[in-house]
């Protein structure tokens, strides 16, 4: 019988040959201020437990024609899936799929003459293969991520035929990798657009404040050619406003300088209009300027050093067991955060949709976002490291013109080695080659007691490449208390900022039971673990925000214990149904105490 991990491994070796030489184009900047045809709504689909559907070549669509031909599969009139969504929710036999499924669908398309029409996915979970017109034309990996494909060339004005092979199976070198403690939702998870440009556009553009100096813009802008052209930036409430000219490359970079600049922040959440144009193009959108950086033990925004009241939440509907994934899903889980008194969201643990992110800006939230570079990852894999720098690029490039994105995350609960270390440095690396104006963080599970010393320590000298030291530890739930909360003293990142990213214990909504017994699983005893907690973070000198794990309750395979967990991690201040249990309204008295 073959071993279970090199079984994975020869699966892993025979999805990376499937999914493989991806051709699918990095995004370009703000898909949503486009001149977008929407494809979302219902598809076809066909279920492939076995993966025949290539070999069979079911995205040619065939039809029978004479009276010999016959075809083993038909997209019509079997089942259909809506787009964007994950299918696990849609159909109970799908509750636990991991395999491939087959979408499809017909659509119309204006034919470009001048122009050009690019296909954008703004997720699917995991791997998928694009096929248009019975051909393929791009391919991508990575559950969390934008992409695009030029298909100019490959439309027709009537009765285009779309097919999309998803395939969700967990592999060792995949991200995140084998077990994770959320659910693995497979499908077209985002939003599907066809993209009209002008055939040269404006691909790219970042623009922000200087990282300290509170009255200069710094701009940069790309076109989609190398080739020199007049391009104009404007800031019409600040009366600001440049044309320049493109270099050889198609690239120019300004900066602009305004005492009448008004900062975002939380209590103020300002955005501006501001408009990018080319001879051919124009692009418009909300951008908001702010300051960050670090100074010795502090976090400051806008010069003024701030405390973080932060929350995680899944890109879920606990309510409806589903992915989320609109603007209405992103209203429904902002809102009970602001209600809870944060100023700063941890997007747990991959990046979430655009509503989300464009969302938070507006309501005044801080983030935090990452790839999910969770427990299990093989760093020693080159293959996975590039899949690693890849999702990164993907996701700074997509949001990093969001001024709410504070903080970006290169790895959770990760042990140290030099594999480990040289891996997530690479992530530091592309991240800093593309923006200098955030803060780097990554959260440890490594904090212990020193009982010598009578202190909590951790020892992991990688914590010095970071701006932000974040720390998961579940003192009372993972972790019996060694000391008292009182006497629990920190001296961990002595120098650096420090976020307590986690912690928290389960507890199922409505139950009751002894305060003080942690197998009691009742919302007594989470709130005895939260008031200790909460006493404990007086002792870190150096605490700079916390975040409760987690601010609703959300699926896990990880967790079957059959009556207060049932595929549920119960860790949530709001349960799967959206009540608040007793630990909300310690944490809202801390925060509004803040």
Not at 14 to 42: C, E
Not at 172 to 188: K, L, R, S, T
Not at 568 to 587: F, I, P
Request: charged share 25%; net charge neutral; glycine share 6%.
């Amino acid at each position: 019988m073959m071993k279970p991990r090199t079984f994975y491994l020869a699966l892993s070796l025979f999805l990376s040959l499937i999914f493989s030489n991806s051709i699918a184009q990095q995004t370009m900047t703000n898909v949503y201020g486009r001149n977008v045809q929407s494809l979302n709504g219902k598809w076809d689909a066909i279920i492939d437990l076995y993966d025949q559907g290539r070999k069979n070549k079911i995205y040619l669509n065939k039809k029978p024609e004479t009276k010999i031909d016959f075809y083993e599969y038909s997209f019509d009139h079997g089942y259909r899936l809506n787009v964007p969504s994950d299918w696990n929710s849609q159909m109970p036999e799908l509750k636990y799929y991991e395999g491939t499924i087959w979408y499809a669908r017909r659509f119309d398309a204006a034919k470009q003459h001048t122009g050009k029409t690019f296909l954008y996915f703004g997720a699917v979970s995991y791997r998928c293969r694009i096929y248009l017109n019975g051909k393929e034309i791009g391919q991508h990996e990575g559950g969390f991520t934008p992409f695009q494909i030029d298909v100019t060339d490959a439309l027709k004005e009537r009765d285009n035929f779309l097919a999309v092979e998803v395939n969700n199976t967990r592999t060792v070198d995949a991200i995140p990798a084998m077990a994770f403690d959320w659910w693995n939702y497979g499908g077209i998870t985002r939003d599907v657009f066809l993209v009209s440009t002008p055939k040269v556009f404006i691909e790219d553009y970042f623009i922000q404040l200087d990282k300290t100096k509170a009255d200069k813009i710094n701009a940069s802008i790309k076109l989609s050619e190398k080739i020199s052209q007049s391009v104009t930036v404007e800031i019409p409430e600040l009366q600001l406003k440049q044309t320049l000219k493109t270099d050889v490359n198609g690239e120019v970079k300004t900066s602009f300088a305004s005492k009448k600049i008004k900062r975002w922040s939380p209590s103020s959440p300002t955005l501006y209009k501001v408009k990018v144009s080319s001879e051919n193009d124009q692009v418009e959108e909300q951008i908001g300027f702010r300051n960050v950086w670090v100074k010795g033990e502090d976090i400051y925004l806008n010069d003024k050093p701030i405390f973080l009241k932060s929350i995680s939440f899944h890109e879920e509907i606990p309510q409806r067991k589903g992915r989320a994934f609109s603007e209405a899903d992103a209203v429904m889980l902002l809102s009970e955060a602001k209600a809870l008194g944060c100023n700063m969201i941890r997007l747990a643990h991959y990046p979430q949709n655009e509503y989300i992110v464009r969302l938070a800006e507006k309501m005044g939230f801080l983030l935090w976002e990452e790839i999910p570079i969770w427990q299990g990852i093989d760093f020693k894999n080159e293959a996975t490291k590039a899949k690693a720098g890849k999702m990164m690029r993907e996701m700074i490039m997509r949001d990093k013109n969001r001024v709410a994105l504070t903080f970006w995350g290169v790895a959770n609960e990760t042990q140290p080695s030099e594999p480990r270390n040289a891996f997530i440095k690479s992530l530091i690396e592309i991240t800093k080659s593309i923006d200098t104006t955030r803060l780097i963080t990554a959260a440890f599970d490594l904090v212990r007691f020193n009982k010598d010393r009578q202190v909590f320590v951790m020892d992991d000298p990688f914590i010095k490449e970071l701006d932000v030291v974040a720390i998961n530890k579940y003192m009372g739930w993972y972790h019996p208390w060694p000391v008292t909360p009182d006497k629990s003293i920190w001296d961990v990142a002595k120098g650096q900022p420090l976020i307590v990213s986690e912690f928290g214990g389960e507890a199922l909504y409505g139950k009751t039971g002894d305060a003080d017994v942690v197998s009691s699983w009742s919302e007594d005893y989470q709130a005895t673990l939260y008031r200790e907690n909460l006493e404990m973070f007086k002792h870190i000198p150096n605490l700079r925000g916390t975040s409760p794990w987690v601010l609703f309750d959300f699926r896990s395979p990880f967790r079957f214990h059959p009556t207060n967990q049932e595929d549920w991690n119960r860790k949530g201040l709001v349960s799967d149904q959206g009540y608040r249990k007793k630990a909300w309204y310690l944490m809202k008295e801390y925060y509004d105490g803040k």
